[in-house]
Structure formats: structure tokens, C-alpha cells
């Protein structure tokens, strides 16, 4: 019999940015930028999940990625910078930068080097290179996932548990061989505003050096 639909709760619609800072135990300082983006609901009509997947992939998707090329090797303003985006949850989805700055350099100077590569977009756009690249990679990670039949049934459950179906397959991997250098540069000029952001802010206590002693150490029974 038919399962009744699946209620999902909305999160209330975001009205400013946020801020979080957590102070914990760690080696180093970590910031994170999250924005409010549109999911993927519609494989036929959705282009902008695929522009925002092609997106987070030019930033981060593979070793010589501009996130990596800029702000770890050239500025060496951080020692690690990534970008990601999933639009296929059943929930709201998130585009997010983040990074760990490099000694010498604050999680302030980092958050406005990731938002200045996203302003590189929204100015110049992307290359064709650079583009084709990370649709090909994208592409034949999908394909690579038919290899074997335990990466088929993945592949089917996460697309039903996303509430899509596994007959998109062919459309999902239509939409990103499709994606335009002007559909990345549209989303990046629409989608990253102030108002749909928050940023959380990792503040490093100093580490424990040693252990505290057990008090049942040398009890005896």
C-alpha cells in the first residue's frame, strides 16, 4: 500500500545574518559560511541545483580547485579551504565555504578571502576550462557508481531516501553535462547574500598535555 506523505518541517524563513562563535579544546582555529540555497526537487526544472553543485566543485572540487590554488598555495592565508553543497537531502540546503587559517592569519581575514573568491565569480564568471573540467569529474563520478552492484543499490536508495527516484538517474547526469558558465555566474550573483548567511567561528582553548590521573588508580578491593 501507498505510505502516507511525508510531512517536512520548515525551518522559519531567515531574516539577517548569524553568528556563532564556539570556544572548545583544539589545535586551531575553523571558520564556516553557510547560505540558504534552493534544493533539487524537480531534476527537469531545477537548474540552479546543478549550477550550485557545478559552483562548489570549480571552488573545491578537485586538487588545483581555486580555493585550494589561492588561499593555500598562492596567499597561504590557509593551510585548508573547501566548499560543498547537497541539494538532494529532503530538508532546506546549504552552499557553505570554510577553512582553517594558516599561523599568522585570523578566521576574519579567511572569511573575507572565501567571500572574495566567491565576488571573483559574480564579477568575471568562470572559464570554459575550468568549467568542463569539473562537469566531466562530476559526470563520471556518477558513472563510476554503476561499476559494481553495491554502488547501484546506493545509488537507488539514496535517490528514493531524497525523495527523488531512480529514474532520474539519466536526467540528474543530463543536467550536469548542460550547466552553462552563465548559469554558475547567476547563481553565485543571486544566491549569497547577507541576509541568508551564518557563520560559525571555531575560538581554540589550549589542549590538555596531560591526562588526569584516575581516582581509582591504585584502589584496591
Known amino acids: 500500500r501507498a505510505l502516507p506523505a511525508r510531512r517536512i518541517t520548515a525551518e ?33 526544472a531545477d537548474r540552479d541545483a546543478y549550477a550550485l553543485q557545478v559552483l562548489a566543485a570549480i571552488l573545491d572540487g578537485y586538487d588545483g580547485a581555486r580555493l585550494t590554488r589561492r588561499l593555500v598555495r598562492d596567499s597561504g592565508i590557509a593551510v585548508s579551504a573547501g566548499a560543498g553543497y547537497d541539494g538532494s537531502g529532503r530538508g532546506p540546503s546549504l552552499f557553505y565555504l570554510d ?18 573568491e566567491l565576488q571573483r565569480i559574480r564579477d568575471e564568471g568562470v572559464n570554459e576550462a575550468e568549467l568542463a573540467r569539473v562537469k566531466t569529474q562530476a559526470v563520471a563520478s556518477r558513472v563510476y557508481k ?18 527523488l527516484s531512480w529514474r532520474d538517474e539519466e536526467r540528474l547526469l543530463e543536467g550536469l553535462r548542460s550547466v552553462t558558465a ?5 547563481v553565485a550573483q543571486r544566491y549569497f547574500g547577507d ?27
Open 99 to 116: 577553512g582553517v587559517p594558516a599561523a599568522g592569519h585570523t578566521t576574519d581575514e579567511l572569511e573575507a578571502a572565501l567571500r572574495a
Open 182 to 186: 552563465d548559469e554558475v555566474r547567476s
Open 146 to 163: 554503476r561499476d559494481s552492484l553495491m554502488g547501484q543499490a546506493m545509488e537507488i536508495g539514496y535517490l528514493e531516501a531524497a525523495g
Open 12 to 44: 522559519p524563513p531567515q531574516q539577517g545574518p548569524r553568528q556563532a562563535v564556539v570556544r572548545a579544546p583544539a589545535e586551531l582555529p575553523y571558520v564556516t559560511l553557510a547560505w540558504h540555497v534552493p534544493a533539487l526537487r524537480d531534476p527537469a
Open 195 to 221: 541576509d541568508s548567511l551564518s557563520v560559525a567561528r571555531l575560538d581554540p582553548l589550549p589542549l590538555e598535555t596531560a591526562r588526569p590521573r584516575s581516582p581509582f588508580v591504585g584502589v584496591r578491593h
